[in-house]
């Protein structure tokens, strides 16, 4: 493991000591949230590499997406090829938000959240993991993988 430099440490210790952000509203419907979040549009490739990402999103911990070329994916979660035909836009973004709106057991993580959550780094305590702007990133990419 490598140490940080002063450069990151900085940047670490400004997050740390910024307020809590405040995040879009946005409205449960039944199993879905149908608008996109501050009404921001999503960009496929974007959401791609926030899929792929292992360090920010980290999505192939727990799921396997059709990327051959990615090593190492999860199977906890469900396959994410052909999402888009079992989910709409709307499903997907929900459970991206906070899957324990529809399921308090789940192991998904909410990535759009700043309250109420344990084991976080002090860096990244009181923001989502995920901006509204990165979720809808993440769901345009999903919404595109219709084949199984």
Do not use: W
Request: charged share 20%; with cysteine.
């Amino acid at each position: 493991m490598r140490p940080y430099g002063i450069r990151t440490a900085l940047i670490l210790l400004a997050l740390a000591s910024a307020p809590a952000e405040a995040l879009e509203a946005y409205s449960v419907v039944g199993d879905a949230i149908p608008a996109p979040l501050g009404g921001k549009i999503g960009d496929l490739k974007r959401g791609r590499a926030l899929v792929l990402d292992r360090t920010q999103g980290n999505c192939l911990i727990c799921h396997h997406v059709p990327e051959p070329s990615e090593p190492f994916q999860g199977t906890i979660g469900p396959d994410l090829a052909g999402v888009a035909k079992r989910l709409d836009a709307g499903q997907l973004r929900l459970r991206l938000v906070d899957a324990s709106l529809l399921n308090p057991q789940t192991v998904m993580p909410p990535y759009f959240r700043n309250q109420g959550l344990r084991d976080v780094a002090p860096a990244f305590r009181d923001r989502p993991a995920l901006t509204a702007q990165e979720i809808e990133d993440v769901v345009t990419y999903l919404a595109s993988l219709r084949t199984p």
